[in-house]
């Protein structure tokens, strides 16, 4: 059974660091990424990390704030988030996509940032 299960979210202040983990197993994945909904919006995609860990992407609104990175040993990605704004406030959800997949194909459950001022 594959399984992507999140943690780490909180309530913080704005300023503030905070460190999502992400367990994943079932499966060898390939490129693992973090993506965010915030009510009434769309989820957008936040990170992504390749399977060796050697290209990361980021949207520019975190780029330079956060930070992906993965333990193939441990099946675990983490996103490293500082500087965290009002605007950061979502459910974050942990993705992955097969080897050599094009689309991400699992999801986990998410978890609730929030950052207040």
């Known amino acids: 059974q594959v399984q992507l299960v999140e943690s780490g979210g909180g309530l913080v202040q704005t300023g503030d660091s905070l460190s999502l983990s992400c367990a994943a197993s079932?499966?060898?994945?390939?490129?693992m990424g973090w993506f965010r909904q915030a009510p009434g919006m769309e989820r957008e995609f936040v990170a992504s990390?390749?399977?060796?860990?050697?290209?990361?992407g980021y949207a520019d609104s975190v780029k330079g704030r956060f930070t992906i990175s993965r333990d193939n040993a441990k099946n675990t990605v983490y996103l490293q988030m500082t500087s965290l704004k009002r605007e950061d406030t979502a459910v974050y959800y942990c993705?992955?996509?097969?080897?050599?997949?094009?689309?991400?194909?699992?999801w986990g459950q998410g978890t609730q940032v929030t950052v207040s001022s």
């Open positions: 079932g499966r060898t994945f390939g490129t």
């Open positions: 990390i390749s399977r060796s860990g050697g290209t990361t």
């Open positions: 993705a992955a996509k097969l080897v050599g997949g094009i689309t991400y194909w699992d």
